[in-house]
């Protein structure tokens, strides 16, 4: 995941929004070791009660192990393990010049050099190898091509079915006018979003969006005193009195006013983005996005590449440092974009962090908050069944539909239609949930809607690069924001 920037910002019926929000960078990345450590790593592994850990093969490289997930095609050959051992599995395949990636059935290890779509298998135990062993940085440059296909724990199952014709998000000649914008408990009040600036980097004129390292800048948060700062908080770190000082600002607010703090995440490399930088963005726009991949990798409802999983491992092992050293409070809500490099991305962001018992990572996937809806079909997300088959704790909000019916490879949305279905994410989000500090993890498109609907400066999003083997992009950006909100009767109110 990569964050963008910070800001205070407020929203106008009872909510004030304190939002960080996520970009990323689409070129490659190597895995590091310290990202990898984030999540949990078997040494012993065995299927299910090791899905998503990370094995460390005996040459050092890094495997992830994925359960019950099977990849067609790249068949490269296969071998009797008569242990019928995932690990002795995994080091037959890392001793195999050009295996990425093995399925094991009994104790046939099959091992493969290209991946295709995943398909769930209850009978096979996976592993993919996320990270080369450490050797020259020419060969491990080479491992993040587009010949490792889409990534497993929440493979692509789409179905085939067109969605009706009929597109039920607002296109422009559709979309209602700033007077009938979407209002909140049962039409009575309106939420008005202000941008509140002075508290995060990334809300500043002078902070460029394409350089800015969200991880050298403890998530930008300005070094600054509070009105609810004591003589005896001088021990505290900067969130720790960040977070005391949101907390008075809801305290001290009229009763129509609400503050929360959004950490805004966008998902990390996808191989759409691997695709576009590889066949440059007008053969992208023009032919392959409207495929559903090539002869090598799928992007149809695009999964996360090896730099994508480790731009996700880089926040993680981020979040993990700014809890145990800054003390920040984490969320207290996650919402997630229901494509499966949002949900990847969050998985692996936030599994694995110390977390609050009364504040789980147990995110709800959230229909409104995905990526603009266009003929691409990278944004044509998979089935309800698929997705909490994958993640059967998750929660989806009451009106996620079984089959995706926004997306029909034929219309297009507008920005004013975004923005409107964006508004009425929020509205839902501020109105219904108690959380003061929330984390939404969606697309760079999406992110620069929620951000216009916020009233936030644009901040753009690096979302390709020329890259060096040896240069790490960062992957997710963050912004912050803290928005006011107030009910109102009048729905002329501008965002």
Same mark, same amino acid.
């Given at each position: 995941?990569?964050?963008?920037?910070?800001?205070?910002?407020?929203? !106008?019926?009872?909510?004030?929004?304190?939002?960080?929000?996520?970009?990323?960078?689409?070129?490659?990345?190597?895995? =590091?070791?310290?990202?990898?450590?984030?999540?949990?790593?078997?040494?012993?592994? =065995?299927? /299910?009660?090791?899905?998503?850990?990370?094995?460390?093969?005996?040459?050092?490289?890094?495997?992830?192990?994925?359960? %019950?997930?099977?990849?067609?095609? &790249?068949?490269?050959?296969?071998?009797? $393990?008569?242990?019928?051992?995932?690990?002795?599995?995994?080091?037959?395949?890392?001793?195999?010049?050009?295996?990425?990636? $093995?399925?094991?059935?009994?104790?046939?290890?099959?091992?493969?050099?290209?991946?295709?779509?995943?398909?769930?298998?209850?009978?096979?135990?996976?592993?993919?190898?996320? #990270?080369?062993?450490?050797?020259?940085?020419?060969?491990?440059?080479? +491992?993040?091509?587009?010949?490792?296909?889409?990534?497993?724990?929440?493979?692509?199952?789409?179905?085939?079915?067109?969605?009706?014709?009929?597109?039920? $998000? /607002?296109?422009?000649?559709?979309?209602?006018?700033?007077? +009938?914008?979407?209002?909140?408990? #049962?039409?009575?009040?309106?939420?008005?979003?202000?941008?509140?600036?002075?508290?995060?980097?990334?809300?500043?004129?002078?902070?460029?969006?394409?350089?800015?390292?969200?991880?050298?800048?403890? @998530?930008?948060?300005?070094?600054?005193?509070?009105?609810?700062?004591?003589?005896?908080? &001088?021990?505290?770190?900067?969130?720790?009195?960040?977070?005391?000082?949101?907390?008075?600002?809801?305290?001290?607010?009229?009763?129509?006013?609400?503050? #929360?703090?959004?950490?805004?995440?966008?998902? &990390?490399?996808?191989?759409?983005?691997?695709?576009?930088?590889?066949?440059?963005? *007008?053969?992208?726009?023009?032919?392959?996005?409207?495929?559903?991949?090539?002869?090598?990798?799928?992007?149809?409802? !695009?999964?996360?590449?090896?730099?994508?999983?480790?731009?996700?491992?880089?926040?993680?092992?981020?979040?993990?440092?700014? $809890?145990?050293?800054?003390?920040?409070?984490?969320?207290?809500?996650?919402?997630?974009?229901?494509?499966?490099?949002?949900?990847?991305?969050?998985?692996?962001?936030?599994?694995?962090?110390?977390?609050?018992?009364?504040?789980?990572?147990?995110?709800?996937?959230?229909?409104?908050?995905?990526?603009?809806?266009?003929?691409?079909?990278?944004?044509?997300?998979?089935?309800?069944?698929?997705?909490?088959?994958?993640?059967?704790?998750?929660?989806?909000?009451?009106?996620?539909?079984?089959?995706?019916?926004?997306?029909?490879?034929?219309?297009?949305?507008?920005? %004013?239609?975004?923005?409107?279905?964006?508004?009425?994410?929020?509205?839902?989000? @501020?109105?219904?949930?108690?959380?003061?500090?929330?984390?939404?993890?969606?697309?760079?498109?999406?992110?620069? +809607?929620?951000?216009?609907?916020?009233?936030?400066?644009? @901040?753009?999003?690096?979302? #390709?690069?020329?890259?060096?083997?040896?240069?790490?992009?960062?992957?997710?950006?963050?912004?912050?924001?803290?928005?006011?909100?107030? *009910? %109102?009767?009048?729905?002329?109110?501008?965002?």
């Amino acid at each position: 995941m990569v964050y963008t920037s910070f800001s205070l910002a407020s929203v !106008a019926l009872s909510l004030l929004a304190l939002s960080e929000a996520s970009a990323i960078s689409t070129s490659t990345a190597s895995l =590091t070791g310290s990202s990898t450590s984030a999540l949990p790593t078997s040494t012993s592994p =065995t299927c /299910p009660e090791a899905d998503n850990n990370v094995f460390i093969a005996n040459s050092g490289a890094t495997f992830l192990l994925e359960c %019950s997930v099977d990849y067609a095609g &790249g068949d490269l050959k296969s071998v009797n $393990i008569a242990s019928n051992r995932i690990a002795d599995c995994v080091n037959a395949c890392d001793a195999t010049e050009g295996c990425i990636d $093995i399925s094991m059935s009994g104790t046939a290890c099959y091992m493969k050099k290209t991946l295709g779509k995943p398909t769930t298998n209850k009978g096979i135990r996976g592993a993919r190898k996320i #990270k080369d062993a450490p050797v020259s940085s020419s060969s491990v440059s080479s +491992s993040t091509n587009s010949s490792v296909a889409v990534s497993s724990s929440v493979g692509v199952s789409v179905s085939t079915t067109k969605a009706p014709t009929t597109f039920s $998000i /607002p296109t422009a000649s559709t979309a209602p006018s700033t007077a +009938s914008l979407p209002t909140v408990d #049962k039409g009575t009040e309106y939420i008005n979003y202000t941008n509140v600036g002075g508290y995060f980097l990334q809300d500043l004129d002078t902070t460029v969006p394409s350089t800015f390292d969200y991880t050298a800048n403890n @998530f930008g948060l300005i070094n600054q005193t509070y009105e609810s700062d004591k003589k005896s908080d &001088g021990a505290r770190t900067q969130w720790q009195r960040f977070n005391k000082y949101l907390k008075y600002l809801n305290s001290k607010a009229p009763k129509h006013v609400e503050y #929360k703090l959004l950490f805004i995440g966008r998902h &990390g490399e996808g191989y759409h983005n691997a695709a576009q930088t590889y066949y440059g963005t *007008p053969a992208w726009n023009c032919y392959w996005s409207q495929q559903t991949g090539n002869s090598t990798v799928s992007w149809q409802d !695009a999964d996360l590449t090896t730099n994508g999983v480790a731009q996700a491992l880089k926040a993680n092992a981020f979040w993990a440092q700014e $809890i145990s050293q800054q003390q920040i409070q984490p969320p207290e809500s996650y919402y997630v974009s229901p494509l499966t490099r949002c949900l990847k991305t969050a998985n692996l962001t936030f599994s694995g962090l110390t977390l609050p018992s009364s504040s789980p990572f147990i995110p709800t996937i959230k229909e409104l908050i995905r990526e603009g809806i266009s003929t691409h079909t990278c944004d044509h997300r998979s089935n309800k069944t698929y997705i909490s088959n994958l993640f059967p704790t998750w929660k989806f909000e009451k009106t996620f539909t079984e089959n995706d019916e926004f997306w029909n490879g034929i219309t297009e949305e507008s920005s %004013s239609a975004q923005d409107y279905r964006s508004k009425i994410a929020l509205d839902d989000i @501020f109105y219904n949930d108690d959380a003061s500090i929330v984390s939404i993890t969606t697309h760079s498109g999406e992110t620069s +809607s929620l951000l216009r609907v916020l009233g936030h400066r644009a @901040f753009s999003l690096v979302t #390709k690069q020329a890259i060096r083997p040896s240069f790490l992009p960062t992957p997710l950006a963050a912004i912050s924001l803290i928005a006011s909100a107030t *009910p %109102s009767t009048s729905l002329a109110l501008r965002l």
